[in-house]
């Protein structure tokens, strides 16, 4: 297994610019999530999805889009990129959150560094 | 509301120390679940332990140990003869799980720096 894997490690945009910024994973995880991660604030979730074809908006999806159209693939889109959306963003999988009394914890990938210009 | 507290920014030990990371949280909901996470140089997120809301027993993991304690909302972490290889930021998250979705909220992180 690849596990969760996120492209591309690096991205420059200017103001304005748009990009998707791709998440996969093959472990069949029901579940997956968009992180931010920003110096001194920790990690706040974006968006978040318990399906394909389900998705809701989680502390901060101002400015970020999401789709889930396949089980494997969280793609995460600016349509519009800002200075404030400079951050090192983590995506993350996992089972369904809670099976009966198990809690199935989040794998995260391996982030990608955004800086926008 | 949620939130998680961790009140030390940046925690420098010599080698073979010992430390202790706080964790202060707050939720309302009696189901939740409490995790630590280290994020080393290299940048990626370690999944270290997790802990559910009923269970308040201690936990050691070799040189790691979890204290537990609702009636302080807190969950810290301390590493026992630190190592250099232990410099890294922690992370102290929260999952209030009767919601079933995953929605982790961090705390701002520790930054811990073992010197030779």
């Known amino acids: 297994n690849a596990g969760v894997t996120q492209t591309p490690k690096f991205q420059v945009l200017k103001t304005g610019q748009s990009m998707t910024l791709q998440c996969a994973q093959d472990?069949?995880?029901?579940?997956m999530s968009w992180y931010r991660q920003d110096p001194g604030m920790g990690l706040r979730l974006i968006h978040y999805s318990v399906g394909a074809g389900i998705t809701d908006q989680g502390e901060v999806p101002n400015g970020y889009n999401v789709s889930r159209s396949t089980t494997e693939d969280f793609p995460l889109r600016l349509l519009s990129a800002a200075p404030s959306q400079t951050s090192v963003y983590f995506c993350?999988?996992?089972?369904?959150?809670?099976?009966?009394?198990?809690?199935?914890?989040?794998?995260f990938g391996p982030g990608t560094r955004l800086t926008v210009l | 509301a949620q939130k998680v507290t961790q009140a030390q920014t940046e925690i420098s030990v010599v080698e073979k120390e010992d430390v202790t990371l706080d964790c202060v949280y707050e939720t309302r909901d009696t189901t939740y679940y409490l995790f630590w996470y280290k994020q080393p140089p290299s940048g990626e997120l370690v999944f270290l332990i997790r802990?559910?809301?009923?269970?308040?027993q201690n936990e050691i993991s070799g040189r790691y140990s979890w204290n537990f304690q609702k009636s302080t909302s807190s969950f810290n972490f301390t590493i026992t003869a630190s190592q250099v290889v232990d410099s890294a930021v922690y992370f102290c998250a929260l999952d209030h799980g009767s919601s079933n979705t995953g929605k982790l909220i961090f705390g701002q992180g520790t930054t811990l720096q073992v010197k030779p």
């Open positions: 472990m069949n995880h029901e579940y």
């Open positions: 993350a999988s996992s089972y369904s959150i809670v099976s009966g009394s198990s809690y199935n914890e989040q794998f």
């Open positions: 802990r559910n809301s009923f269970d308040e």
